[in-house]
């Protein structure tokens, strides 16, 4: 049974509460904090595109097609389909010599509501650009070009590069075995909600993977300095890797290199935190929304990274966030519970 | 610890859980189905308008205004912000000599993304009439309206309706109060998304407040007729209870006046089942969306409610969703668990 992490406070009451579990990890695999169940294997869902990213540096493809840092950022991230996010995916794919009609992602309206409302406005429908994956998918098509070594039938090639079988996602899928030292063959898999196959693996793992991420250290060589160009990437374009608002761009935009984070689909949220070599991730469990999640990971990044008075304030902004009706009155809080930031502090 | 009623399955394997409790009572207080803490008060939302609604009925309010059956259903309704919606509350504000200006639930865009994309490619801006509450206000405001006795300063005694002290949220209160029989001066109280209280209130006595409401024993005439011919209205229009592709909608437009059932924020749901003059009450620990509590009350329905084969097919959609992707690829379902199953079928 895991713990309760976070309360959703009202009226003085508690409303609402989420169970879930984190494990915080070093690159060597010793576990710094083990909250909750995380031998448990988990969908990691998209917390997890920074890995499946890795073979695109490493396979040569980003140099080869001069990807830029916006574009790195964007193949990392799930984002809220704002003009910028549709705008720099479809770049990369004429980097590759394609478009649009290659992503096998599916469309979607923008996440960003108000980029969903521009676009009606204009009288627009959604394409596979505006899908939270298109960044990651055109990740996946340049390195298919990569692979493919330049010949003229890409489009033939790539075609399928969702299905687990083919010669692209058996890349993505070794990088994700690689990073996180948890053989794939055995665990479940199921269809993420882009197509591309996500497979379980616990906590204790996909923590590893992070820390491995912040530091090199176990990767090898060719992930190890992609790991590394990817982070410098986001930090350097935290905007592409979510958007408006977004937890993940609001802490990268504030706290810069100091930390990756990446959010999931069902509550998943995973970090790497450089400067103390540190991989943290966190599942809770009732999976539904990024609310919880958040919390932990603000919570976590408060108590396992360094910050200065005004950081800190700004994060506990968000391991304690208020909730403000729609007359603007602060009628709730969502908030990290003490054995949650007990076993953080310890 | 409550038990876990909500499944979410994905790859052969359990991704997410929800927990959470459910009491079934009938309208003398007894208890056929108790499954997790139904004794602990929790805030029920958005679940009680029907019983937030029996003043205006038992005022003689809806008669002095006229109120149609649509009326009377909007009067209960969270709304998705449909055209029809927004024109329906402002019909019943002309009535009572008002304007959406008397409104004190705020503004946001349509919770129906559509109608919000609707609205953006008009170039409108979204007013209080779309909150999902402008019904429930529209309603108090006739209240209101009634209470006044027709003096022409009514725009001034209806101003703060939303405190719990005005008048007009006294009456609304004392109805909660009598339909649950739980004492609300001694609970806690929160503020409502549309600033109105929320007391805090257990299953126990929710269940009972609406196996009251589906047979009028215990509510004393007044309020008695009044439930029935908000049932009615409901009935009749089970689209201004909800709206386009909503659960209450979708349900009640399928079993009529079999079935009266009302969603509340913080996954709470409750209803009322007339032919066994029952009441049910639904809370999800984590609070999180309405996907849990949905597949609990379906499965409730189908345990309770006696359907033909077509209507148990229908049921079945709901309490076991599949969960599909953006290319309409089925990769995960909901399910109710056999604890629930068990439960009701006691």
Redesign the interface.
């Given at each position: 049974?895991n713990p309760i992490l976070v309360d959703?406070m009202?009226?003085?009451?508690v409303?609402?509460?989420?169970?879930g579990a984190i494990a915080v990890v070093d690159a060597d695999g010793a576990v710094l904090t083990s909250l909750g169940d995380v031998e448990r294997?988990?969908?990691p869902r998209s917390a997890v595109k920074v890995l499946q990213a890795l073979p695109l540096v490493a396979s040569g493809a980003a140099d080869q097609l001069g990807l830029s840092d916006e574009e790195l950022a964007i193949a990392c991230a799930s984002h809220g389909g704002e003009e910028i996010h549709a705008r720099t995916a479809a770049r990369m794919l004429a980097k590759a010599g394609l478009d649009a009609g290659a992503l096998?992602?599916?469309?979607?309206?923008p996440y960003f509501?108000a980029a969903?409302?521009?676009?009606?406005?204009r009288?627009e429908q959604p394409s596979a650009l505006h899908?939270n994956c298109s960044g990651k998918h055109a990740g996946f098509l340049c390195l298919a070009c990569a692979m493919h070594g330049g010949a003229p039938d890409l489009r033939q090639y790539a075609k399928g590069y969702v299905a687990a079988e083919h010669p692209v996602m058996c890349e993505v899928s070794a990088a994700l075995q690689a990073a996180t030292g948890f053989d794939l063959s055995g665990t479940?898999?199921?269809?993420?909600?882009?197509?591309i196959p996500?497979y379980?693996i616990p906590l204790r793992h996909l923590a590893l993977a992070f820390a491995r991420v912040a530091t090199g250290v176990g990767l090898g060589a060719g992930y190890a300095d992609a790991a590394r160009r990817l982070r410098a990437a986001v930090a350097s374009a935290p905007y592409l890797v979510a958007g408006s608002g977004r937890f993940d761009t609001r802490v990268m935009e504030r706290l810069g290199a100091r930390v990756f984070c990446k959010v999931g689909a069902?509550?998943v949220f995973c970090a790497a935190l450089p400067e103390r070599g540190l991989g943290v991730a966190i599942k809770?469990?009732?999976?539904?929304?990024a609310?919880?999640a958040e919390v932990v990971m603000a919570a976590a990044i408060e108590a396992l990274v360094s910050l200065d008075d005004a950081d800190s304030v700004f994060m506990r902004s968000l391991s304690e966030p208020t909730l403000q009706?729609?007359?603007?009155?602060q009628?709730?809080a969502l908030r990290a519970t003490d054995t949650l930031r007990d076993a953080l502090a310890r």
């Open positions: 049974m959703v009202r009226g003085g009451a409303e609402s509460t989420h169970r294997p988990i969908f096998e992602c599916g469309a979607h309206w509501e969903a409302r521009a676009l009606a406005a009288g899908n479940a898999r199921g269809t993420d909600g882009c197509s996500t379980e069902e509550a809770i469990d009732d999976g539904n929304t609310r919880a009706n729609w007359n603007g009155i009628v709730g």
